[in-house]
């Protein structure tokens, strides 16, 4: 089964900074990898996704993630963190669900970015 | 488009007690999964429907249970309540394989007293 750990569930940053959350996981298989945001009392909104193209990976809001094999890693970065950035962070992996191709995700315990002024 | 709606946004119930929980799906999907997210914990998968059959099973024990209708639309039922059910129940759909995006509904706040 795939796994994913999230190191550090709390990460603060002053606005303007480097945000830097970290995602390793484990699978048997050539990964599909997500970063899901989470602001309070609302859903999941995807950020970006790892497909096996591009290794860097750019997605919404500025933030974008580098999938390196040899560390089994998927980090995700901002250059410059912003008020509005403040959300639970959550860092998936995508399996076959079943007898489709269908995907269910297997979630990590997720990084609360708090970014104070 | 419409995007993943979920019915009711909060629920209180009482131990022993079951509920139902409901989700439409973005037009155009036809695979609905439900996850459920505790306090403080990432979310979790309970099981995906696939033109309206169980696609897959996380580890949830059976009276968790679903329905998925020929809109694709599904319901989440739990019976026998326990207190530790109380969670946010998120329903996600999508129409594509393992690699694509799967969109989230806002939750369901359930919680069991």
Same mark, same amino acid.
């Given at each position: 089964?795939?796994?994913?750990?999230?190191?550090?569930?709390?990460?603060?940053?002053?606005?303007?900074?480097?945000?830097?959350?970290?995602?390793?996981?484990?699978?048997?298989?050539?990964?599909?990898?997500?970063?899901?945001?989470?602001?309070?009392?609302?859903?999941?909104?995807?950020?970006?996704?790892?497909?096996?193209?591009?290794?860097?990976?750019?997605?919404?809001?500025?933030?974008?993630?580098?999938?390196?094999?040899?560390?089994?890693?998927?980090?995700?970065?901002?250059?410059?963190?912003?008020?509005?950035?403040?959300?639970?962070?959550?860092?998936?992996?995508?399996?076959?669900?079943?007898?489709?191709?269908?995907?269910?995700?297997?979630?990590?315990?997720?990084?609360?970015?708090?970014?104070?002024? | 488009?419409?995007?993943?709606?979920?019915?009711?946004?909060?629920?209180?119930?009482?131990?022993?007690?079951?509920?139902?929980?409901?989700? #439409? &799906?973005?037009?155009?999907? =036809?695979?609905?999964?439900?996850?459920?997210? !505790? /306090?403080?914990?990432?979310?979790?998968?309970?099981?995906?429907?696939?033109?309206?059959?169980?696609?897959?099973?996380?580890?949830?024990?059976?009276?968790?249970?679903?329905?998925?209708?020929?809109?694709? #639309? &599904?319901?989440?039922?739990? =019976?026998?309540?326990?207190?530790?059910?109380? !969670? /946010?129940?998120?329903?996600?759909?999508?129409?594509?394989?393992?690699?694509?995006?799967?969109?989230?509904?806002?939750?369901?706040?359930?919680?069991?007293?």
């Amino acid at each position: 089964a795939q796994s994913v750990t999230q190191l550090g569930s709390h990460v603060s940053v002053s606005e303007g900074a480097l945000v830097l959350l970290r995602c390793n996981y484990s699978s048997s298989v050539p990964p599909y990898l997500f970063w899901y945001v989470q602001y309070p009392n609302q859903g999941l909104q995807l950020l970006l996704k790892y497909t096996s193209a591009a290794t860097l990976v750019k997605g919404i809001n500025g933030f974008e993630a580098e999938f390196k094999k040899s560390e089994t890693s998927f980090h995700l970065t901002k250059p410059s963190a912003h008020m509005s950035d403040a959300a639970e962070y959550f860092c998936a992996v995508s399996e076959q669900a079943g007898g489709t191709s269908y995907g269910k995700l297997t979630f990590g315990q997720g990084t609360i970015l708090t970014v104070h002024p | 488009e419409t995007g993943v709606t979920q019915s009711p946004t909060h629920l209180i119930k009482t131990r022993g007690q079951q509920v139902t929980l409901r989700c #439409s &799906s973005q037009s155009g999907h =036809n695979t609905v999964s439900w996850y459920q997210q !505790a /306090l403080g914990q990432g979310p979790q998968f309970i099981f995906q429907y696939y033109r309206e059959e169980e696609n897959g099973r996380g580890n949830f024990p059976p009276r968790f249970s679903g329905l998925q209708f020929p809109n694709y #639309s &599904s319901e989440l039922n739990v =019976n026998a309540l326990e207190l530790d059910d109380s !969670a /946010l129940y998120l329903c996600a759909s999508s129409s594509g394989g393992v690699d694509t995006e799967a969109f989230f509904g806002q939750g369901t706040r359930l919680t069991v007293v």
